[in-house]
């Protein structure tokens, strides 16, 4: 259970940290924000997401937290830490949402002060829209959260950052290594949007809204990407993404091998696989 005399800053005031703000102040928590932007800052204002936030000079919200979420990309949040995790007080737990966790986890928790515990985790409940204003399309009840705890990480903090997923609404958690994450994002998650991208940009598609069916609709569905931000999780995470990308060409291959071969057996054989593997994954 969280407690709600605790201070909660939300440094990254977009889609997932807009909505960690929304739910946590709509729950009573005390909840201040930091963000660049003054029009991001002015709607979450606004709209009653934070009590308190500021685009500079915001040390004292960073001294006064006694929890932090990190709603920054990867490189951001590096370069943030080195420059103002020296205002982070002995004693705060802190969390992030970042996408990959190999060459961040361990880096932030070293930058940090004594006594700062970082424990990285990832909510997967991000949309092909961006930005605080979709923050309220953002539903975490049928999402997963993902808790990467290392070595450093002590049973409070895993405890807390559980008990913030739950608050939070997310029914299932669980805990992974960050390279483990990280080779299991690789295909759910990242391969993903590389197949949806590829088919986009395979021909041009211009002319295909006017007489396109459900099936391209759902399967492009999250070709509508964050540019900057899924270039960054690509390539911090390329030697799984590649993989990934290699047993799929590999699998696309055998299929367009059996077309050649007229082997309609085989076709049969690999959506029978198909219909039961995706019945099973229903079934969860």
């Given at each position: 259970?969280?407690?709600k005399s605790?201070?909660y800053l939300i440094?990254?005031l977009g889609?997932l940290?807009?909505?960690?703000?929304?739910?946590l102040?709509?729950?009573?928590y005390?909840v201040?924000?930091?963000?660049?932007s003054q029009?991001?800052?002015?709607y979450a204002l606004?709209h009653?997401?934070?009590?308190?936030?500021?685009?500079a000079?915001?040390?004292d919200?960073i001294?006064a937290?006694?929890?932090i979420v990190?709603?920054?990309?990867p490189?951001?949040l590096?370069?943030?830490?080195?420059?103002?995790g020296?205002?982070?007080r002995?004693g705060?737990?802190?969390t992030?949402?970042?996408?990959?966790k190999?060459g961040v986890v361990?880096p932030?928790?070293?930058?940090l002060p004594d006594?700062?515990?970082?424990i990285?985790?990832?909510?997967?409940?991000?949309?092909?829209t961006?930005?605080?204003?979709h923050?309220?399309?953002?539903n975490?009840?049928?999402?997963?959260f993902i808790i990467t705890?290392?070595?450093k990480?002590t049973q409070?903090?895993?405890?807390?950052?559980?008990a913030?997923?739950?608050e939070?609404?997310?029914?299932r958690?669980?805990?992974?290594?960050?390279a483990?994450?990280?080779?299991?994002i690789?295909?759910?998650s990242?391969l993903?949007?590389?197949?949806a991208?590829?088919?986009m940009?395979a021909s041009?598609?211009?002319?295909?809204?006017k007489y396109?069916g459900d099936?391209?609709?759902?399967?492009?569905?999250?070709?509508h990407?964050n540019?900057k931000m899924?270039?960054e999780l690509?390539?911090?995470?390329?030697?799984n993404?590649?993989s990934?990308?290699?047993m799929?060409s590999?699998?696309l291959?055998?299929m367009r091998?059996?077309l050649?071969?007229?082997?309609?057996?085989?076709?049969?054989?690999?959506?029978?696989?198909s219909?039961?593997?995706?019945s099973?994954f229903d079934?969860?």
């Amino acid at each position: 259970m969280l407690d709600k005399s605790k201070n909660y800053l939300i440094v990254g005031l977009g889609l997932l940290g807009g909505k960690y703000a929304q739910v946590l102040s709509q729950k009573g928590y005390n909840v201040t924000g930091i963000t660049h932007s003054q029009a991001t800052l002015d709607y979450a204002l606004q709209h009653d997401y934070i009590r308190a936030g500021k685009n500079a000079d915001f040390e004292d919200l960073i001294r006064a937290a006694d929890c932090i979420v990190f709603g920054l990309y990867p490189t951001v949040l590096l370069e943030w830490v080195a420059q103002y995790g020296q205002y982070i007080r002995p004693g705060t737990m802190v969390t992030d949402v970042s996408g990959v966790k190999r060459g961040v986890v361990e880096p932030v928790q070293a930058a940090l002060p004594d006594g700062v515990e970082f424990i990285a985790s990832h909510p997967m409940a991000g949309r092909e829209t961006s930005g605080i204003a979709h923050s309220a399309e953002v539903n975490f009840a049928p999402a997963n959260f993902i808790i990467t705890p290392t070595d450093k990480n002590t049973q409070a903090g895993i405890d807390w950052c559980h008990a913030l997923a739950e608050e939070l609404g997310f029914k299932r958690i669980t805990i992974l290594t960050p390279a483990e994450h990280d080779y299991m994002i690789g295909y759910v998650s990242q391969l993903c949007h590389a197949i949806a991208v590829s088919l986009m940009c395979a021909s041009d598609n211009t002319e295909l809204a006017k007489y396109t069916g459900d099936s391209f609709r759902d399967l492009t569905r999250i070709a509508h990407i964050n540019d900057k931000m899924w270039a960054e999780l690509f390539l911090w995470n390329k030697d799984n993404l590649i993989s990934e990308i290699d047993m799929f060409s590999d699998a696309l291959q055998s299929m367009r091998e059996k077309l050649v071969q007229d082997d309609r057996e085989g076709l049969e054989e690999m959506f029978r696989l198909s219909t039961e593997r995706r019945s099973a994954f229903d079934k969860k």
